[in-house]
């Protein structure tokens, strides 16, 4: 490490200092955009992990599908899925991350949609896989969003955003089964509430700004009575 490296780190350290002596991490979690992100995690979290819990059972149950032919195409979502993390990361940095988190949930719910009333089995896979690929599309904003509003309680917010993430892995089995039970096995009501959700997410960030609030903190960490003011900014 270099002379100009160590000083680098140096200031770095410096502002995580400042910055953390001007708030609590707990008031940090309180605020509208940390709740907005926690919120469309959440959501996020719940349509995926009906890939890796229902979704073998719905091929079967749902489309009439063999064990093998299940296995098969139950790999798709997650394919599709990886897919789009990759092509959200790979993005022009140029491009407006909240426009591509909006569009990719809205398209989620309307994929998710479309393919209730796809009776052939491939293309309705091929459409749910679509769907995946669109909702993965937010993962790395996602994270990205903990950093920028996080600063230097990025692994607070990331942490926190996780959890919300685990919370929905427990809800969503849950709820998949008793909608099942109640509905007499209806699997497009499951599939619904999937939508719904994506819809949701998709109207958090409609308010979710990571980049002001980026920059809302760093004029905060410009003057002491900015800091003041940005402390106090949102409830």
Request: charged share 15%.
């Amino acid at each position: 490490m270099n002379a100009a490296e160590r000083k680098l780190l140096e200031s770095s350290r410096v502002l995580t200092r400042e910055e953390r002596g001007q708030r609590h991490w707990t008031s940090l979690l309180l605020t509208r955009q940390v709740l907005l992100l926690f919120v469309q995690y959440f959501f996020l979290s719940y349509v995926w992990c009906f890939y890796i819990t229902w979704l073998p059972t719905y091929l079967r149950e749902g489309r009439g599908q063999s064990l093998e032919r299940a296995a098969a195409l139950a790999v798709l979502p997650l394919l599709f899925g990886g897919f789009g993390s990759l092509a959200s990361g790979l993005a022009p940095a140029r491009l407006p991350r909240r426009a591509i988190a909006f569009c990719g949930f809205l398209s989620t719910a309307i994929l998710l949609v479309v393919l209730t009333h796809i009776q052939s089995v491939v293309p309705a896979m091929v459409a749910m896989g679509l769907a995946s690929f669109a909702s993965d599309l937010t993962m790395p904003i996602s994270w990205d969003a903990c950093v920028e509003i996080g600063g230097a309680y990025t692994a607070t917010v990331a942490a926190a955003m996780n959890m919300m993430g685990n919370l929905a892995g427990f809800v969503a089995p849950v709820v998949g089964g008793v909608i099942l039970e109640k509905s007499g096995g209806n699997w497009n009501i499951l599939i619904d509430t999937m939508a719904a959700a994506a819809t949701v997410s998709a109207a958090c960030w409609l308010t979710l700004d990571p980049e002001s609030a980026r920059k809302q903190r760093e004029r905060a960490m410009a003057t002491p009575a900015a800091a003041a003011v940005a402390n106090g900014l949102e409830p």
